[in-house]
């Protein structure tokens, strides 16, 4: 078995991500949405930031990815590119701001390329966008992939459970993965999908596969980090693993401050001027 070597750049690229596949170094990838969270991401060595459109849930308290608008991710992915140094930054464009419509596609992602200083953008779905792909690809702006249970398309699955389970549904990723290698794709997302197909897709494919709920067998991972921190207690999928409870954390520090100012214990004469 050989070792994997992490990778000592100062700033992550396409080219980095490409050649971190190639020589088996498994890519890392949390969400940020401002920030200060970026800012601890980047210094603790994260590969990919992804300004995710689960904003619209984590942030805002949304059912669904849906209500966001690209006013909205242009704002917070200005905040993490702020806030970072070495990552390589992507951002989900939001559901209507590229389905349809190549040529809105294309003001979608340059606006979100020129006001937020961005590395690249991601979309949700594979030969029913191809237009609004070969469009922004063909302006130079990096695109990342993502196949599999698309959460920009729920009310249409209906439910969040693992997708291309079926033959025809698992044949129609494969040959959407291929598509968009094709295109010029630079990665790909592939959520909640059998861990075998999964592994068959990313050793089909030369660019790099990341997952969500697909299994180890790809070329990385991504989380929601409020879901990895452990900040958001609801949410709780087979593939999420905590690596803190911040939620109790951060309600005992509160509680301790209210009782510390309800008893007159802050601020202390050392505290005050």
């Known amino acids: 078995m050989s070792v994997q070597k992490k990778t000592d750049v100062k700033v992550i690229t396409t080219h ?25 991401l980047d210094a603790a060595g994260i590969d990919v930031i992804l300004v995710g459109d689960s904003a619209s849930n984590v942030m805002a308290g949304h059912e669904t990815t849906l209500p966001i608008t690209l006013d909205q991710m242009i704002y917070h992915a200005q905040s993490v590119i702020r806030g970072t140094k070495r990552a390589f930054v992507v951002v989900d464009m939001p559901f209507g701001s590229y389905q ?25 779905g594979g030969a029913e966008i191809k237009e609004s792909i ?3 690809l063909s302006a130079g702006v990096p695109v990342m ?16 459970t693992v997708r291309a389970k079926a033959e025809a549904e698992a044949q129609k990723l494969i040959e959407d993965a291929q598509l968009l290698q094709e295109l010029g794709c ?8 059998p861990s075998e197909l999964a592994k ?6 030369e660019i790099p596969i990341i997952g969500i709920g697909a299994g ?20 709780k999928p087979r593939f999420l693993r905590r690596y803190a409870d ?21 601020p202390t004469e050392k505290e005050a001027y």
């Open 16 to 40: 980095q991500l490409q050649n971190m596949k190639e020589r088996g170094e498994k890519i890392s990838m949390l969400t940020a949405y401002d920030f200060s969270m970026a800012t601890i």
């Open 246 to 266: 911040l939620h109790t954390i951060m309600t005992d520090a509160v509680q301790n401050y209210i009782k510390d100012v309800k008893d007159r214990d802050f």
């Open 100 to 124: 349809g419509n190549s040529s809105e596609a294309l003001r979608s992602a340059i606006r979100i390329m020129k006001e937020s200083g961005a590395h690249g953008v991601k979309l949700e």
């Open 186 to 193: 630079f990665a790909i997302v592939l959520e909640k999908i």
């Open 200 to 205: 068959r897709v990313a050793e089909s494919l």
């Open 134 to 136: 070969t469009r922004i």
């Open 216 to 235: 180890p067998h790809v070329d990385g991972q991504v989380l929601v980090v409020h879901d990895m921190l452990g900040i958001n207690k609801e949410f």
């Open 145 to 160: 992939g993502h196949l599999g249970l698309t959460p920009q398309s729920i009310y249409k699955f209906g439910t969040y």
